[in-house]
């Protein structure tokens, strides 16, 4: 929600040789997708000829078999040299089988030149881990000297602590990428970083490397502007209408909560009446009906009409009334059937219910802040409570002259009413004291929420622009507040309803979706100029040889390839290859990634 509409932009690198891929054991075969997707962000659609084995599937024959097929693909290779990448999770228990089986001896053609680099995944917290890394550890270093092999150690257990479950693909991303930088292929013009690392990792039989991800920081963006969420409705004012109660607040002035329901009646409601009535001519026709349909269309009889004084252009309630009594059952039947049940088995199944409830609470929302509610609304409950048995709603009479029919739908209508109104009113009573009941201490669950959310540990120079942003969203959209937000009981609930509020605001701004580069120009546009190298330089100011892979007794030293990895323009004019190491541009834009390649002593590993 918080990133760009995509991720990769930019034509993607081209691969230089056939990459075969092999999981071996059961959690690198759980990380397979961080390592497909990987070459596919930098390769885009070439990765698509690649081809992958695992332990069930690996066999000399099918490494061969595989490799044939890359081969035998056309412009999508520069060099038709084959890639072997083996990414083995050494702690797992079948590891005996599959060390046995990658010993049986691979055989191509020898027109066909092999490259093989071996990944080793160790978990340290494993039962048994620390025995299983040293024994297994050993026999493979031992083997790859013995077969001049080359293996890249990686372990969870990293010096700011342990990768957690989500973490631990980063192992197999980094992994990958110095796949990326070795088999890629360079133009003409281009720095070349392939060669030089594949021979690189050719020096030495053992190497590790260090790992550092930036990306947009979208956990702490989101944070921060719940926290201004929080805070613009707790500090949403004082009702600004001039209305001293609660039913002014609601239905406006000198209007009746009749009017307040007859309005939620017409925009939802009315549609659930018969839209054809013209049954309601075939009721039966006394001579009280007789008489009002004269009534209706305004015809007057007896001896002398002439000179009788000329009737009102209103329907006599009394002759009204006489008619409908004498067709009471029929009426009050068809009344039922057609009115009452479709409206009232509307009104309480889920879908009504929950409309209805959620129609007063934001209308409550909109009158009232939670103070207000705090101190209002019992009493109005109270009042509503009261009223709504038996209450007339003073609705006026259908007075109006028409055909029969249509004014027996507009009376139908009105008794409807009477009995919904009563409803909508006991609805509304209850939103009123549960509303109350919430805000009453509301305040402590929203600074709870607010001092949980603990924005002070967000960096400086990115939580003033986002929380400006925000608030300034929220003044020119007041009402998302008091749409979203209710009081309530539990931090949870309310950072879910601040969380809806912040959903609307991702849609209404695009700050909120920019990629990591436009992410910092957006925080640079809004700092004051003498912090902005420190916003660039933060990007690479990582100490990469204390950011390594696999404890050693000893840091890192001597030789070392590094690389940053990033999208074209994305602050290349502030890299250093000295320090930050070499530029190796993909097409993704979501992130920056640092790589240090190194080798290490076998006697240097802390088992």
Not at 232 to 244: E, F, G, N, V, W
Not at 271 to 296: A, G, I, K, V, W
Not at 372 to 381: F, G, I, K
Request: proline content about 5%; some cysteine.
């Amino acid at each position: 929600m918080l990133v760009g509409n995509s991720d990769v932009s930019g034509q993607g690198r081209k691969i230089n040789a056939p990459l075969l891929s092999i999981f071996l054991g059961q959690d690198a075969e759980a990380h397979m997708d961080d390592v497909l997707n990987t070459y596919q962000n930098c390769w885009l659609s070439n990765a698509n000829v690649l081809q992958s084995l695992t332990a069930q599937t690996y066999s000399p024959d099918n490494v061969l078999n595989a490799c044939q097929a890359m081969l035998s693909v056309r412009n999508t290779f520069n060099s038709y040299s084959v890639y072997l990448a083996y990414y083995w999770d050494i702690m797992d228990d079948k590891f005996d089988d599959i060390f046995a089986s990658i010993q049986a001896p691979l055989s191509f053609p020898t027109a066909v030149s092999v490259e093989a680099v071996f990944f080793l995944f160790c978990r340290e917290l494993l039962p048994g881990a620390k025995a299983r890394k040293e024994k297994r550890l050993k026999a493979l270093i031992q083997w790859a000297e013995e077969t001049k092999h080359h293996l890249v150690v990686l372990s969870d257990l990293t010096p700011s602590g342990l990768l957690g479950p989500d973490e631990i693909g980063e192992n197999y991303r980094l992994s990958a990428n110095i796949l990326l930088i070795a088999n890629s292929y360079f133009y003409p013009g281009e720095k070349e970083l392939g060669k030089p690392l594949a021979f690189f990792l050719n020096q030495h039989p053992v190497h590790s490397a260090s790992y550092f991800i930036l990306k947009k920081p979208t956990w702490d963006i989101a944070v921060a502007c719940l926290w201004q969420i929080l805070d613009d409705y707790q500090r949403l004012p004082q009702s600004t209408s001039h209305a001293s109660n609660v039913k002014e607040r609601l239905c406006g002035q000198n209007h009746s909560y009749a009017h307040f329901f007859e309005n939620l009646f017409q925009e939802k409601i009315a549609s659930l009446l018969p839209q054809d009535y013209s049954f309601l001519r075939y009721l039966p026709y006394t001579s009280e009906m007789n008489r009002l349909d004269d009534n209706l269309n305004g015809v007057q009889r007896g001896l002398f009409p002439l000179f009788r004084p000329k009737q009102q252009e209103v329907v006599s309630q009394e002759i009204a009334a006489s008619a409908l009594q004498s067709i009471a059952d029929v009426w009050n039947a068809c009344l039922d059937l057609y009115y009452r049940r479709p409206v009232f088995a509307w009104l309480e199944s889920e879908e009504g219910s929950t409309f209805i409830r959620e129609f007063f609470r934001k209308k409550l929302n909109l009158a009232l802040n939670y103070d207000e509610m705090s101190n209002l609304l019992l009493n109005e409950a109270r009042e509503l409570e009261n009223m709504a048995p038996n209450h007339a709603w003073n609705l006026p009479e259908i007075s109006e002259r028409m055909p029969l029919h249509d004014w027996l739908h507009q009376q139908a209508c009105r008794e409807l009413k009477i009995s919904v109104f009563s409803h909508l009113a006991n609805v509304l009573a209850t939103a009123m004291r549960e509303m109350n009941a919430a805000a009453n201490g509301f305040d402590r669950v929203l600074n709870a929420a607010k001092a949980n959310l603990q924005i002070h540990n967000i960096d400086n120079r990115m939580r003033p622009p986002y929380l400006q942003k925000t608030h300034s969203l929220l003044v020119t959209n007041r009402d998302l507040l008091a749409r979203k937000i209710s009081p309530c009981g539990d931090e949870d609930t309310l950072l879910q309803q601040a969380g809806e509020v912040f959903a609307e605001l991702v849609q209404l701004d695009p700050v909120y979706r920019l990629s990591l580069r436009d992410h910092y120009d957006f925080l640079i546009s809004n700092a004051a100029p003498a912090d902005v190298d420190g916003i660039i330089d933060s990007c690479f100011s990582q100490n990469m040889y204390l950011m390594n892979r696999l404890q050693t007794y000893t840091p890192p030293a001597g030789a070392s390839m590094m690389y940053c990895m990033l999208s074209q323009g994305d602050f290349d004019e502030r890299i250093d290859p000295q320090l930050h190491g070499d530029v190796f541009h993909v097409p993704r834009n979501d992130c920056i990634e640092r790589l240090l390649v190194y080798p290490i002593e076998p006697e240097n590993i802390i088992y």
